[in-house]
């Protein structure tokens, strides 16, 4: 009943930290335009146009860049590697998905990601070095969460988030240089107090954002993991994994700043803990599987 519990609070939790993101992009285009203008909406239509033109080309192209970014050799047939092939394809039947692509990183740190804007689409990579470092039963967890992740459509809402944060950084970049350079009076309209709450707001708006993407990204992590226990009845075998993945501290030298969010398990192993992380705290992870 513990597991069941987990998965729903993530996803609720999910839900309440999205519907805050979409509010704060219209914020964001209603700062912009009453610190220009003295008026909200035109600035609430502009951050809709930008958000649906920005999404729309970054998701039309996100599965093969990705891969293309970390250095990705596409396996093609079983025969090419029979034992991961196989675990992809069973994760995939289990959790009720079309077999998704399967892809390996040569790259000594134990790690993977997955990819795809739905189970249709998608793409699940490992490295050479989880292949190498891992049991048969430690493999299998970890491609489990990877296909929780497609199954969850996690990977469309990471692109999605990460698009509105660029969003974000835009209008704010712009709207702080045009109030930098820009002469003249105000709107008689504009109230002072809300003036400077814009001005702050576009300041400061770039940051909440980033941290808004990342408390996604842990949130769907936690929830992968419980979805792969769902998976495989088995997250000890998860647990383990995460403890020797984490245990490697040679970082996955194919993986980027802008995929690393992606990963398993940080790929860069910066340390970095809290609000400004990628992933949950290894340990809270590990407590959490034993527990299920």
Known sequence: MLLYEQIQRNKTKTVFIVTFFVAFVLAVGAAFSYAMYGDFIIGMILATLISIVYVSI????????????????EIKSVEDHRFLWHTV???????QIPMPRVFIVKDSSPNAFATGLSPKSGAVAVTSGLMDTLNREEVEGVIAHEIAHIKNYDVRLSTIALALVSVIAIISDIGSRM????????????????MIIAIVLLIVA???AMMTNLAISR???YLAD???????????????ALENITGVKTPVKEASNSS???YFSDPLKKGVKGLFSTHPDPKERIRRLKNM
């Open 179 to 194: 109030l930098f350079f820009s002469r003249g009076g105000r709107n008689q309209k504009q109230s002072p107090v809300v």
């Open 219 to 221: 949130n769907r992590e």
């Open 89 to 95: 394809e069973n994760m995939a039947m289990v959790a």
């Open 226 to 240: 419980a979805s792969a226990a769902e998976l495989t009845r088995n997250p000890w075998a998860l647990a383990s």
């Open 260 to 262: 690393a969010p992606l």
């Open 58 to 73: 970054i998701l039309a192209s996100s599965t093969n860049v990705v891969m293309k970014m970390n250095h990705a050799r």
């Open 206 to 208: 770039p940051i909440i």
